[in-house]
């Protein structure tokens, strides 16, 4: 296809989507939440190199990010009591702390391209879906926005992998490009996206809806376990365990204190834990009870050993530029030379082209150094905390459930991002900002402070 081609098929399309900007930017976002799953990188369209975006969600996110300069500079569309929320603040400081260090970077191109994408990421996926998640109407169409995309892709990933042999492990880990890179990332999205689902099911709608809630529920369950990805297995599982405790409602004294004791009994049981790791010489199987456990292998599970390989890199990175790091997007184009030849893995590389940190907290650690890596915490703690404090408000009804399915799936995230690091990926960001921004609408919503005008 020829360049003239190309921009014939691309002119109508942005005409449409700069139309259903101005006639409804909540349709524009639930459009862009259904493609966000089925979106394609632009070197894999092209085969070329160079720039990369995902088409076509994030020429849509930079359109978001302008109306909502627009409606921030010009028209303050947003409520006060949103833009003076402590997320919102928080997140505000988050984002001028990667504008300090893109300034600082060693690779400032690289830097101002993450600074880009965080911005849109933000203000589409937070800001603009704050100020609209203050319907419980919105936040469900939220999920299964983004659901029915992600089914598609589940689908094609499920008929891929039959037609290789369906528990086919190594299969299973490229079966969902291009859609997804690889495996954990699609496995984190549906982990993000089965408690709401569940929560979603159980309540009162008609027999259609149900029928669609439960076909999306047991599809993403199958894609789930298919998907071979133990770090989603392990955030689902642990999460879970969170909000049966959550369920319970103990005195929220008794549930800090509980949680300060477990963080406390964790960290002086360091050593035999990793120990115990070093022991396990269970390898990654066919075999799902042997794949879950060989999560824990650190003596020869070259998945294992090349992710230490990365976190160990990550500190070196900390310890050289401990204040504003690297610069944000810097770890892959710089960690090789702080590989040491011991720690290296058949699978290491030394070219930038095989991820990050493979951790969201020490990746910020690295690259925006100790006030970045906090801000990042943060937020995550912030948004956590947030979450319980609403499901502690609400009733054992509709909306309650929905708050503890909300903080559930952050959770899964929270815990995922100790072992991989994919905001910078619109597939992720529009889940994690999206429910950030569900959870700051509904505290705003039980403080009585909504909305005067719609979006």
């Given at each position: 296809?020829?360049?003239?081609e190309l921009l014939i098929l691309i002119i109508p399309v942005v005409l449409a989507v700069l139309l259903l900007a101005l006639l409804?930017?909540?349709?524009?976002?639930?459009?862009?939440?259904?493609?966000?799953?089925?979106?394609?990188?632009?070197?894999?369209?092209?085969?070329?190199?160079?720039?990369?975006?995902?088409?076509?969600?994030?020429?849509?996110?930079?359109?978001?990010?302008?109306?909502?300069?627009?409606?921030?500079?010009?028209?303050?569309?947003?409520?006060?009591?949103?833009?003076?929320?402590?997320?919102?603040?928080?997140?505000?400081?988050?984002?001028?702390?990667?504008?300090?260090?893109?300034?600082?970077?060693?690779?400032?191109?690289?830097?101002?391209?993450?600074?880009?994408?965080?911005?849109?990421?933000?203000?589409?996926?937070?800001?603009?879906?704050?100020?609209?998640?203050?319907?419980?109407?919105?936040?469900?169409?939220?999920?299964?926005?983004?659901?029915?995309?992600?089914?598609?892709?589940?689908?094609?990933?499920?008929?891929?992998?039959?037609?290789?042999?369906?528990?086919?492990?190594?299969?299973?880990?490229?079966?969902?490009?291009?859609?997804?890179?690889?495996?954990?990332?699609?496995?984190?999205?549906?982990?993000?996206?089965?408690?709401?689902?569940?929560?979603?099911?159980?309540?009162?709608?008609?027999?259609?809806?149900?029928?669609?809630?439960?076909?999306?529920?047991?599809?993403?369950?199958?894609?789930?376990?298919?998907?071979?990805?133990?770090?989603?297995?392990?955030?689902?599982?642990?999460?879970?365990?969170?909000?049966?405790?959550?369920?319970?409602?103990?005195?929220?004294?008794?549930?800090?204190?509980?949680?300060?004791?477990?963080?406390?009994?964790?960290?002086?049981?360091?050593?035999?834990?990793?120990?115990?790791?070093?022991?396990?010489?269970?390898?990654?199987?066919?075999?799902?009870?042997?794949?879950?456990?060989?999560?824990?292998?650190?003596?020869?599970?070259?998945?294992?050993?090349?992710?230490?390989?990365?976190?160990?890199?990550?500190?070196?990175?900390?310890?050289?530029?401990?204040?504003?790091?690297?610069?944000?997007?810097?770890?892959?184009?710089?960690?090789?030379?702080?590989?040491?030849?011991?720690?290296?893995?058949?699978?290491?590389?030394?070219?930038?082209?095989?991820?990050?940190?493979?951790?969201?907290?020490?990746?910020?650690?690295?690259?925006?150094?100790?006030?970045?890596?906090?801000?990042?915490?943060?937020?995550?703690?912030?948004?956590?905390?947030?979450?319980?404090?609403?499901?502690?408000?609400?009733?054992?009804?509709?909306?309650?459930?929905?708050?503890?399915?909300?903080?559930?799936?952050?959770?899964?995230?929270?815990?995922?991002?100790?072992?991989?690091?994919?905001?910078?990926?619109?597939?992720?960001?529009?889940?994690?900002?999206?429910?950030?921004?569900?959870?700051?609408?509904?505290?705003?919503?039980?403080?009585?402070?909504?909305?005067?005008?719609?979006?």
């Amino acid at each position: 296809m020829t360049g003239g081609e190309l921009l014939i098929l691309i002119i109508p399309v942005v005409l449409a989507v700069l139309l259903l900007a101005l006639l409804s930017v909540e349709h524009l976002l639930l459009l862009t939440l259904f493609l966000t799953p089925l979106s394609l990188q632009l070197s894999y369209i092209t085969g070329g190199s160079g720039i990369d975006l995902s088409i076509p969600t994030e020429p849509v996110m930079a359109l978001l990010l302008l109306i909502t300069l627009f409606r921030l500079i010009v028209t303050r569309g947003f409520p006060r009591e949103l833009l003076r929320h402590p997320m919102t603040i928080l997140i505000g400081l988050y984002l001028l702390w990667t504008l300090l260090t893109a300034l600082t970077s060693t690779m400032p191109g690289v830097s101002f391209k993450t600074l880009a994408y965080r911005l849109w990421f933000t203000a589409g996926f937070y800001l603009v879906a704050a100020r609209l998640a203050y319907s419980a109407r919105f936040r469900e169409r939220y999920i299964i926005a983004y659901a029915a995309g992600l089914a598609i892709v589940v689908v094609y990933f499920i008929v891929r992998v039959q037609g290789a042999g369906l528990f086919n492990q190594q299969f299973a880990h490229s079966a969902c490009y291009p859609f997804y890179r690889d495996h954990t990332s699609f496995g984190a999205s549906m982990a993000f996206l089965l408690p709401p689902l569940a929560v979603m099911l159980t309540g009162r709608s008609s027999a259609v809806r149900r029928w669609m809630l439960a076909f999306l529920l047991l599809l993403f369950a199958a894609g789930f376990i298919l998907s071979y990805s133990r770090a989603a297995w392990v955030s689902l599982i642990a999460a879970a365990l969170i909000a049966l405790i959550l369920w319970i409602r103990m005195p929220l004294r008794i549930l800090s204190v509980s949680a300060a004791l477990f963080t406390l009994v964790i960290a002086f049981s360091a050593n035999l834990i990793w120990q115990r790791m070093d022991s396990t010489t269970e390898d990654s199987s066919a075999d799902l009870g042997q794949h879950l456990r060989s999560a824990s292998n650190i003596s020869t599970d070259q998945s294992n050993l090349e992710r230490i390989n990365r976190w160990k890199c990550a500190m070196r990175m900390f310890a050289e530029k401990p204040h504003a790091g690297w610069g944000p997007g810097t770890y892959q184009f710089k960690y090789a030379p702080f590989q040491k030849s011991s720690e290296r893995t058949v699978i290491s590389t030394d070219f930038g082209d095989a991820g990050n940190a493979h951790s969201e907290y020490l990746g910020a650690l690295s690259e925006s150094g100790w006030p970045g890596a906090m801000l990042f915490i943060a937020v995550t703690l912030l948004a956590v905390i947030m979450g319980i404090r609403v499901w502690y408000r609400e009733e054992r009804g509709a909306a309650g459930y929905f708050s503890l399915a909300i903080v559930t799936g952050l959770i899964t995230y929270a815990v995922h991002g100790v072992m991989n690091s994919f905001l910078d990926s619109d597939k992720i960001a529009a889940l994690w900002w999206g429910f950030i921004a569900m959870i700051t609408a509904m505290d705003l919503g039980q403080k009585g402070k909504r909305p005067t005008e719609s979006l």
